[in-house]
């Protein structure tokens, strides 16, 4: 039997990472959308999500938090939509390598570049992501060896990953290299990428 998926999510947040991934395991899922500074903060919301913050999944009685564990969730959970490495396969390690980098260094990296934050010579050994240019040339260095992360195989990290370096890109955070422009643009012409983002659009156009 099939276990209830809520989505919560705002159409202006990381929620488009999941929806996203739901879109691309093709399941049926419910869509909650919450408003910031209104029941984004509710009683409720905040019993699952104590941080207050989308996006977010209750599966039957379990809640995930955190985009990357959602997409790794949901990979596993419905391994056979293929949006994973096996588990005895090497690239089981590429797939988690790539996909925690985003949710760490990567994201860090950027965000530190939007606020000017200070990270330097004097300071980078002691700070997660390391100096900017490193984390950039590291994850230039992730997409030489095929279409997606992992080869030929696309995966859950592809859409994370991805949404990252998209979103770095239209910020401004992440310089705009070929092979960042070339993989962002394989990916933006899939159909469920497609599929979702016209789903959020219309979704933010409502709330």
């Given at each position: ?12 947040s990381r929620g488009r990472i999941v929806r996203w991934m739901l879109e691309e395991l093709d399941v049926p899922y419910k869509t909650t959308m919450l408003e910031y500074d209104g029941d984004i903060k509710s009683p409720y919301f905040l019993k699952l999500n104590p941080m207050g913050k989308v996006p ?152």
């Open positions: 039997m099939m276990q209830d998926l809520t989505f919560f999510t705002n159409p202006n977010a999944i209750k599966h039957g009685d379990l809640v995930v938090t955190e985009g990357a564990a959602i997409c790794a969730y949901l990979a596993d959970h419905f391994a056979e939509k293929n949006l994973a490495p096996a588990l005895n396969s090497p690239e089981r390690g590429t797939y988690y390598r790539w996909l925690f980098f985003a949710a760490g260094p990567l994201e860090m990296a950027t965000t530190a570049k939007a606020y000017g934050w200070r990270i330097d010579a004097e300071n980078a050994q002691s700070v997660g992501c390391g100096l900017y240019q490193d984390v950039l040339n590291t994850l230039e260095s992730a997409l030489e060896n095929g279409p997606y992360l992992c080869g030929e195989q696309f995966t859950a990290a592809d859409v994370y990953v991805g949404s990252h370096i998209s979103w770095g890109m239209m910020f401004k955070n992440l310089d705009e290299r070929p092979a960042f422009k070339r993989y962002v643009q394989r990916l933006a012409s899939r159909e469920a990428a497609i599929r979702a983002n016209q789903l959020d659009d219309e979704l933010a156009k409502s709330g």
